[in-house]
């Protein structure tokens, strides 16, 4: 029951963080670690080299490349984040 109210909690949070996201309002707002998680819980595979955490996924041509500014995503990958999910329709989350 835990596990299951800690899993509804993280989908929770990756559904705000994605409406925040294609908004496109609060671009210099989103937390980085929320970025992340949103593009884990969307399949993408995460590797991290130096302080340039990479994202990937098959059937996506786009390489997400992602660095921290301070909390805070940088607020052009936020834009090139946004423009690869709605270029590639993506949305929904796993």
């Not at 299951?4 to 937390?31: F, P």
């Not at 995460?46 to 992602?66: A, P, Q, S, T, Y």
């Amino acid at each position: 029951m835990e596990i299951e109210i800690c899993r509804y909690n993280v989908l929770v949070g990756v559904a705000k963080t994605l409406r925040r996201l294609l908004s496109g309002t609060s671009d210099a707002g989103i937390r980085f670690d929320d970025l992340c998680r949103l593009l884990q819980n969307m399949g993408f595979e995460k590797r991290v080299r130096g302080n340039h955490h990479l994202f990937r996924k098959n059937g996506v041509e786009e390489r997400i490349n992602l660095q921290r500014a301070g909390n805070n995503a940088k607020p052009y990958q936020i834009r090139q984040v946004r423009a690869a999910i709605l270029k590639n329709k993506l949305g929904d989350i796993e």
